[in-house]
């Protein structure tokens, strides 16, 4: 036998069974999204390298370490996209619906990164994401964060934290930043490579080093939210007061950077306790500077991505089961006739909303109810010999101890709407 080929490490099959409570949470996001005003936009999963270099920053792990590129057939260096945002700001410049406009935006797909494969950490994971253009104040900012919320809310999620920082300005950060450094430098005997490597081009990301050895070092920094102007902390504020309102609980935490180079202002993540190290579920921020970087005019944007894989995970261990959708009915059909009659019966129940299977490629009267029965189905609608040359099927339970009864064909609509509200 030839040896059986595996699929590539961190990239995961989602089967049939597990895809019921993946659809229900999409579909659950969807009708959120909707009621909140926001529109689907597609975008290519490669994208040019440049792209994702030039919006999450050179010196972060995504674009240091973690990217799928290689070279296609014309010698361009393309890139799997690692995450949406870009990809969003990309296709909104190059087709003209940023400039002057409002745009509330959502995708869902797979992101591509080269991590180090863990629960709940793939190196092929979905996102669902959405980014808003052209709205620079706090409300759009508190908008993003109760959508996130209802959504919780709508999954009977509990026990998510919401982390809420303020990043401000660049200018803010390049203020902070040489503060930063200074306060760092006297600790470089003691930083790890990581942030050795940081302490010049990047120094804020290493308060987001998950390192314990470094993490009083990190406890004792300076703080951006001290280096905040009027106008920074005053945007803050105001987002603090439109969850204040809503009665959205939140933690402020200094060192919350994100691992993204494009935000600015407000940044927030949902994080939960329940799924060990990979522990935040939905991240997102203010990225009021990103649309000039990649090329178009200066427009202020916001958004957040959720991360599917832990959301679905967390809503299984919550107990939560997606509302069936097995097949209904199971028509069992024996003989060719038969079985023609029985397909066009079937997309009669069909056109009438039942969901149903028909046996295919035939077999044995004993077989096909043992797949009937295995489908879940409520109901076998038989049709063999005898029921074709009568103009009936044959109705059998199972599910409840109940006597088959045969009815004509032409009442079987009827009689299955009777049985099955
Ligand atoms: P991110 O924090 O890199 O942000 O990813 C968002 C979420 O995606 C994470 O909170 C996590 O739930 C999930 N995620 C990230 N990496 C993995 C992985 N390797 N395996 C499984 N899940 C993962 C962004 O991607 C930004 N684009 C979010 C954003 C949108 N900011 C503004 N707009």
Known sequence: MAKSIQAVRGMNDLLPEALILWQYIEHVARDIMRTYGYSEIRTPLLEKTELFARSIGAVTDIVEKEMYTFEDRNGDSLTLRPEGTASCVRAGIQNGLLHNQVQRLWYAGPMFRHERPQKGRYRQFHQIGVETFGMAGPDIDAELILMSARLWRALSLEGLNLQLNSLGTIEIRA?????????????????????????????LRILDSKNPAMQDIIANAPSLLDYLDTAARGHFDALKAYLDDAGVSYTINPRLVRGLDYYSHTVFEWTTDKLGAQSAVCAGGRFDGLVEQLGGKATAAAGFAIGLERVVELVSLAGLKAPAHEAQLYMVLMGERAERKGMRLGEQLRDAGFRVLCHCSGGSMKSQMRSADKSGAILAVILAEEEYEQDTVTIKYLREEKDQKQVKQSQLLETVKSIIT
Do not use: A, G, V
């Open 175 to 203: 203020n902070y930043r040489k503060h930063l450094q200074d306060y760092l430098i006297k600790y470089r005997d003691s930083l790890d490579e990581d942030s050795l490597r940081r302490l010049d081009k990047n120094p």
